[in-house]
């Protein structure tokens, strides 16, 4: 059994429109929400054996947020996260050794969107499912498993959806 968990980058500011997307900081908003992930990680036992991320500036940032919640699973900062489509992804995750149970992938849309799309297993449609169809939002955590003991099966095999959490569901405020 492989867990897969999917987290797009939380929100970036535009405050300074001649900063390179590359370079775009978190704003304030993202930075609340990165702290919010990080206690849900911390309560739900969110503990990937490794995680990969993109070396944007704002995946970056909202790792340094969650890295304390997430144990010690060590982090790598792979340019082809950075704005990858979902066959770039799957390629990334079947590198991923046997051993490793579960990853984190910190990265982007419209790749994390469409990857969890694609490896979800034809299903009635819930209403978790009906809302990542609409929107993977910044901050959007996609939690899938497979009954695969192979990184490069995922796909063949299918996923499941285990949770699907927005920063609005855990900010009482918002």
Not at 152 to 172: H, K, N, T, Y
Request: proline share 7%; hydrophobic share 40%.
């Amino acid at each position: 059994m492989k867990l897969l968990h999917l987290l797009r980058h939380t929100k970036s500011s535009w405050d300074d429109p001649s900063i390179d997307d590359f370079e775009r900081p978190l704003n304030k908003r993202g930075r609340k929400a990165a702290t919010l992930l990080a206690e849900y990680c911390r309560l739900h036992g969110v503990r990937p054996d490794v995680v990969l991320c993109s070396p944007a500036k704002r995946t970056r940032q909202t790792l340094a947020f969650l890295s304390p919640a997430l144990g010690d699973a060590p982090a790598t900062f792979d340019r082809r996260l950075y704005e990858a489509t979902p066959q770039t992804l799957l390629a990334l995750i079947a590198e991923l050794p046997r051993g490793r149970r579960s990853v984190l992938l910190v990265g982007h849309n419209p790749g994390l969107q469409r990857l969890a799309l694609h490896l979800l297993k034809a299903e009635p449609a819930s209403p978790a499912l009906r809302l990542l169809t609409d929107k993977l939002p910044t901050g959007g955590l996609v939690t899938l498993s497979a009954a695969t003991e192979d990184w490069s099966r995922l796909a063949a095999e299918g996923c499941a959806l285990e949770s699907f959490i927005r920063p609005g569901d855990l900010d009482a405020d918002a």
